[in-house]
């Protein structure tokens, strides 16, 4: 029987390609060691993993800990989103945008140290989150970046093949995209005002940074209580080639095809484009994306 005190964490053991896996009883103990006790929750598949998640949350935690990449701290997130139970980042993943973002340290064992101080000390930290909202209602949560531009078609092909394993299937998706690559008409509001446009790119930030540390939004801030949003009009092949590599140092926005807004509120539409969010699939667009300032209590 859980507590009000307990602590629980969601671990991804193939996360970063199964790197940290053998950190993961260093971790509790570091977690513990405030005395609080510790439960790692016996998660099979996504799905399952949020269901634990949220019944931990229900039965009055003390905090939830997501140890893994962005994607194991968005299934993380929608338990714990908008609730009283603080929450913390072990990075472990491949990608770890959001704890890059907010400051987490990059070692495993440092950031759940970071955790338990922060539990000994009552010291939290507010960070704003996005909701989403899909055409059928359903409502999910992000921290980092939603792509619903050619980066999400990509991620929807990757998604579909079976071969290759590994990154190499990425790459492969990318080839494959890039070569029937086309603009598309977007229907974008930002704030209730029309900024329509066609073009290959949309992406909307809560943090900075997608896929490891390419800088799509690169002046959003978790902190700001807004959302960043980043499109780019008709880009031929060449020209998203050569824009790719500036994605790492975030000048791709000084280009004049590429255009930055900050806003409260987004609605975005498109024809065959299927949003994802902090890597992990959504729904097909329409979407609606808020952003909820303070919605999760941060550990550190």
Known sequence: MSGRDDIAVLANPQAGRGRHRGLLSGIVDRLGAGGRPVRVLDARTAEDAEKLCHRAVAEGVTALVAVGGDGTLHRALQAVAGTPAGFGVVPAGTGNDFAAAVGVPSDPLQAAEAIAAALRAGRDRAVDLAR??????????????????FDAVVNERANRMRWPRGPRRYDLAIMLEMARLRARPYTLEIDGADHSFTGVLVAVGNCPSYGGGMRICPDADPGDGLLDVVIAGRLGRGALVRLKPRLRRGTHVSDPRVHSFRARRVRIDAPGIVGYADGERIAALPLDVGCEPGAVRLLL
């Open 132 to 149: 989403v909202t899909t055409a059928a209602g359903d409502v999910r949560w992000f921290a980092a970046v939603l792509a619903a531009g």
